[in-house]
C-alpha cells in the first residue's frame, strides 16, 4: 500500500473523532491533570529530583487504591459478604505489586545524584507518610507518632484519629472466625483495637480448625490466603525500600530523624498477622 492510501484510511475510519470541546469535558479536565501535573515542584531545581518527587506521588495514589479497597474488604467482611472481601483484597495485592516495581524505577538513581538534592528535603521522610501509616492500621499495626506529626492539619488529625481507633482486617476476620462457630477467647473479641494485635493461641486454634477443613471453611480459608499475600507483599515492599535506601544512602541516618537502614530493618520483623504463619509449621 502506498503512503497515499494509507493517510486516506486513517482519515475515513476516524472522521468521527471529537474535536470541539467548548462544552463538554475533557479527559484532562475530569482527571484534573492540571493539578496533578503542576505537583511536581523541584526544590533544587537538580534534573534527577523529578524522578524522586514522580515516585513518591505514584506511591501515594497507589496508597489511596489499596486503602479503598482494605477498608471496603473490612465492611465486606463485617456483613459476612466473604467473596467480595477476597475480590477486593486480590485488587489490593495487584496493586502492591507496582508499588513494588516501581523500586526498580528508583534504583537508577546514584548516591551522587540523590546527594545533590537531599538536603533540600530537610525533615521531610516517608515516615511522615499518612496513608502508609493509615494502612498499617488498617492491617493491625499501630503506632501513633503520626498523631503527633499532623497535630498542626485538625481535619486529617481527625482522619487519622479514625483510623486508628477504628477495628482493623484481622479484627474482623477473627470476628468472622466467631460467627462461623469457631472458639474465639472474649478477650480478643474485645480487644482494645488502638494496641497493635498480638498473637493468641485462641487464634492460632481457630485457623488450624479452618486450614485442616478446608471444605467446611472455604471462604474463611480462601480469605486467610488473601490476608497472607497482603502481608507477604508489604514485606516485599519493605525490603525493597530497605535494600534502595542502603544503595543510595548507605548507613546514614534518615532525614526523618531514625537510624536508616537499621530502623528499615527491625520494622521488617513486625508480624501482621501472626498466627497465620506460625500454623504453616504446624500444618
Ligand atoms: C532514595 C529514596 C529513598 C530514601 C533514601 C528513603 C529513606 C528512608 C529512610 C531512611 C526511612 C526511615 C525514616 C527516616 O529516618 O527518614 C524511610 C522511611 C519511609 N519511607 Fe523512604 N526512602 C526513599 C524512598 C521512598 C519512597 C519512594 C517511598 C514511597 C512512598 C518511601 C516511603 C517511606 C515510608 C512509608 C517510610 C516509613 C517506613 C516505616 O516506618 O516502616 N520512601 N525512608
Redesign the pocket.
Known amino acids: 500500500m502506498n503512503q497515499k492510501h494509507q493517510d486516506v484510511n486513517a482519515t475515513s475510519s476516524e472522521k468521527h473523532i471529537h474535536t470541539d470541546f467548548t462544552n463538554n469535558m475533557t479527559y484532562g479536565e475530569y482527571l484534573n491533570l492540571d493539578k496533578i501535573l503542576s505537583a511536581q515542584n523541584r526544590l533544587s531545581g537538580h534534573h534527577d529530583e523529578m524522578l ?1 518527587i514522580v ?2 506521588q505514584v ?2 495514589l497507589w ?1 489511596k487504591l489499596i486503602l479503598h479497597e482494605t477498608q471496603a474488604a473490612i465492611k465486606s467482611i463485617e456483613s459476612d459478604e466473604l467473596s467480595t472481601a477476597q475480590k477486593r483484597l486480590a485488587r489490593v495485592s495487584k496493586t502492591q505489586s507496582q ?1 513494588i516495581q ?2 526498580d524505577v ?1 534504583s537508577t ?1 546514584t548516591p551522587s545524584e ?1 546527594m545533590e538534592f ?1 538536603d533540600s528535603l530537610g525533615q521531610a ?5 499518612y496513608q ?2 493509615m494502612i ?1 492500621f488498617a492491617l493491625g499495626y499501630k ?1 501513633d507518632h503520626v498523631l503527633k506529626i499532623y497535630q498542626k492539619d485538625p481535619e486529617l488529625h481527625k482522619t487519622l484519629t479514625q483510623a486508628f481507633e477504628a477495628k482493623s482486617l484481622y479484627d474482623v476476620a477473627i470476628a468472622a472466625l466467631h460467627r462461623a462457630g469457631l472458639h474465639i477467647d472474649e478477650e480478643i473479641l474485645n480487644r482494645d483495637v488502638t494496641k497493635t494485635y498480638q498473637d493468641h493461641e485462641s487464634v492460632r486454634l481457630a485457623w488450624m480448625e479452618v486450614y485442616r477443613n478446608t471444605d467446611k471453611y472455604w471462604e474463611l480459608y480462601e480469605l486467610a490466603e488473601k490476608l497472607i499475600d497482603l502481608e507477604d507483599w508489604l514485606q516485599q515492599w ?1 525490603f525493597r ?1 530497605m535494600k ?2 542502603e544503595r ?2 548507605g548507613f ?10 537499621g ?2 530493618k527491625k ?1 521488617l520483623d513486625q508480624r501482621f498477622f501472626p498466627e497465620l504463619w506460625a500454623i504453616r509449621t504446624e500444618l
Open positions: 524522586f515516585i513518591h506511591s501515594e496508597m508499588i516501581a523500586w528508583l538513581m540523590y537531599r521522610s516517608g515516615f511522615q507518610s502508609y501509616r498499617e503506632t519493605r525500600h534502595t535506601v543510595v544512602i546514614k541516618m534518615g532525614t526523618g530523624g531514625s537510624s536508616g537502614v530502623y528499615l520494622v
